[in-house]
């Protein structure tokens, strides 16, 4: 009998051991899977202080509803120059407090849900890619809460901007910036240094003008807007033809199924209205780069300085016009003259637009490893405030901006 019994713990002995062993190769597969950055958000790190190296980052409560603050859940730092960091939106993975930065959206912050334990190593980034005029801080709560910055703006730590672009030939990003001197190839720039691609972007592009036969196209959802954009665009129509689509036009839908851009916009209309809803510093959304990506000229209407955000000879600026009769006249004599009209595609010859998200999460793991001096932004409102909207004050006097609004402004 007690042989049996001997026998008995034997197996049990045995087969704990198994366990045990298989258990621990499980973990530790994992862990390498996190440390190779192979597995981004399904995996618990149970032993991430093993990586003294790896930053982490949470997501905290998400953004306008995705849990990821449109990030991914994907390998988001894979490709990154530095790419020694993990993000996660469940705060269950590792002590809040061991977290290297949390990231807080901040036209949703909330006071009364917030982590219960902070240290002063820890990075509270203040994220919006709104602009004040339109999410101002509702709670001075957070007046002296956040230690660093991840919005549009190009003095943030680290810049979220709505799209990049990028040099041809060295394939690095070169706006926005604040310094930023543009190379843009002459007219007549000797074509048989283009590639063959270049060529028959080319040729496509003289086509693409020709068939266009409609003046100006908007797709727009916010109507109301407090930057006078609808104002403006009303007088417009008054002396050039805006086909507006979308929730506030009449007659025009572009349903989400639909790529309007390509299909509808850049076949057939010259112009696109790159209105935004609010006039703030370095305030430029996808309105101009979703535009910039097709064959049309996009119109802005913004309070940045666009010389910072796209080439020049790119774009049009309402506020280099006296009046909207005036920027009418000069459109019309564009679509009147092709080879001047052609010219505002020059630019696509040296650089691309492409999506910021990518490189937005390559900075900030970089803004991490740097090992940046914490700050506080106190109070943030003084920070991320009205005043950085400077051309919103004027439309107290008036419907919306143009150049002579500026002139009287400066007098």
């Not at 006071?111 to 002063?120: A, I, V």
């Not at 801080?137 to 919005?151: C, G, K, L, P, W």
Request: overall charge negative.
């Amino acid at each position: 009998m007690s042989w049996i019994c001997s026998r008995l713990s034997f197996i049990a002995l045995f087969f704990s051991i198994c366990g045990l062993y298989l258990l621990s190769f499980y973990f530790d597969l994992k862990i390498e899977n996190i440390l190779n950055f192979r597995v981004a958000y399904k995996v618990v790190p149970w032993r991430m202080s093993d990586n003294k190296t790896l930053k982490t980052i949470l997501f905290w409560e998400g953004m306008f509803g995705d849990k990821t603050f449109y990030f991914g859940e994907n390998d988001i730092f894979l490709n990154c120059p530095v790419n020694e960091c993990y993000a996660t939106y469940d705060s269950s993975y590792i002590n809040v407090e061991d977290f290297d930065a949390i990231l807080f959206h901040g036209a949703e912050l909330d006071s009364f849900n917030l982590p219960e334990k902070r240290t002063t190593k820890q990075y509270y980034f203040f994220v919006n890619l709104e602009s004040p005029v339109n999410r101002p801080i509702q709670d001075t709560f957070f007046e002296e809460y956040f230690n660093a910055t991840m919005t549009y703006r190009l003095d943030s730590d680290v810049v979220w901007p709505y799209g990049i672009v990028r040099d041809l030939e060295s394939d690095k990003i070169v706006a926005p910036s604040t310094d930023i001197v543009w190379d843009i190839p002459d007219e007549n720039e000797d074509n048989s240094k283009l590639s063959s691609t270049l060529h028959a972007k080319d040729s496509t592009l003289t086509n693409t003008i020709a068939d266009k036969s409609k003046e100006v196209a908007w797709l727009v959802s916010n109507c109301p807007a407090k930057s006078g954009r609808w104002e403006y665009v009303t007088e417009l129509s008054k002396y050039i033809g805006v086909d507006i689509y979308g929730s506030c036009g009449d007659r025009y839908a572009c349903p989400y199924s639909r790529d309007c851009f390509r299909e509808l916009f850049e076949p057939n209309y010259f112009f696109y209205l790159s209105f935004e809803n609010s006039l703030c510093q370095d305030y430029v959304t996808e309105k101009l780069y979703k535009a910039m990506r097709y064959d049309m000229i996009p119109i802005v209407y913004g309070g940045a300085n666009y010389s910072r955000f796209a080439p020049p000879i790119s774009y049009i600026d309402v506020l280099n016009y006296d009046s909207p009769q005036d920027l009418a006249k000069f459109l019309k004599k564009l679509i009147a003259n092709p080879r001047e009209y052609r010219k505002y595609f020059r630019w696509k010859k040296r650089y691309r637009v492409e999506h910021s998200i990518f490189s937005t999460a390559c900075n900030l793991c970089m803004f991490l490893h740097a090992r940046n001096e914490s700050k506080t932004y106190a109070p943030l409102s003084d920070w991320y405030s009205y005043e950085k909207c400077p051309l919103q004050t004027l439309l107290s006097a008036q419907r919306y901006v143009t150049k002579v609004a500026l002139k009287d402004d400066t007098n």
